[in-house]
């Protein structure tokens, strides 16, 4: 303890804020990602179980019969419901783009782009404004929060602009989410390829087949 306040005594007031700053987005962050981590074990633990739906039927009806095969059909039914399941993302951005030249067509400007033009509705910070940062235990940390150049507006004429942005974004992640099932199911199929066919001697002993019954030996034939 005498360390840790020695450690403080020595600190600052911009450095003990700086500190502070840092552990708070240090935080965030940590929040952020395990969410992120959360959501994508559920989404591959509900899509392995999807593949082993897909597979079921065909497997106990021994439509396949040996690892290639099965990984052969599962890679084909998983293609298609992949190009099913993409044709969503890809449809939902075209309406995006369809909104961008309908929009740049009738303003006679085909230089709008809705990804500048979302800055509108987020606050902007001074990144190098002099004396920003300081160095604490050899690292550059915020000393304070920055200066705000631009805070939140909303214009109307820049609506398009929001409207493909935010579509955009959703066709985006809806496919990044569609790609992760593609290859959560793909690795159940091929965990399933090894576990299904394969043949165990793991607890088996050799003379439960052998069944000899006791009692009095046969009688000698004539």
């Avoid at 962050?29 to 559920?42: E, P, W």
């Avoid at 059909?73 to 369809?98: D, E, H, M, W």
Wanted: glycine share 4%; aromatic share 14%.
């Amino acid at each position: 303890m005498s360390l840790f306040a020695a450690a403080s005594g020595a600190m600052s007031d911009a450095d003990r804020r700086a500190l502070i700053i840092f552990l708070i987005i240090a935080v965030i962050v940590f929040i952020i990602i395990a969410l992120i981590g959360f959501a994508v074990r559920k989404t591959m633990a509900f899509q392995m179980k999807r593949a082993d739906n897909m597979m079921y039927n065909v497997t106990v009806a021994h439509v396949v019969n040996s690892p290639k095969e099965f990984k052969r059909f599962g890679k084909k039914k998983n293609n298609r419901l992949f190009y099913r399941q993409s044709l969503i993302p890809f449809l939902i951005a075209v309406v995006g783009l369809v909104i961008w030249v309908i929009t740049c067509a009738a303003t006679d400007n085909w230089g709008i782009n809705p990804f500048h033009d979302i800055s509108d509705l987020f606050f902007a910070y001074d990144w190098e404004e002099e004396g920003l940062f300081v160095n604490v235990f050899g690292l550059s940390l915020l000393s304070r929060w920055p200066s705000v150049t631009h805070t939140p507006e909303f214009l109307v004429e820049h609506i398009p602009s929001y409207l493909c942005f935010i579509i955009w974004i959703v066709a985006i992640v809806y496919y990044a989410v569609v790609c992760q099932a593609y290859l959560s199911r793909h690795v159940m199929i091929l965990r399933r390829a090894r576990t299904v066919f394969e043949k165990s001697l793991e607890d088996y002993k050799a003379t439960r087949d052998i069944q000899v019954k006791g009692g009095e030996p046969p009688p000698p034939s004539d």
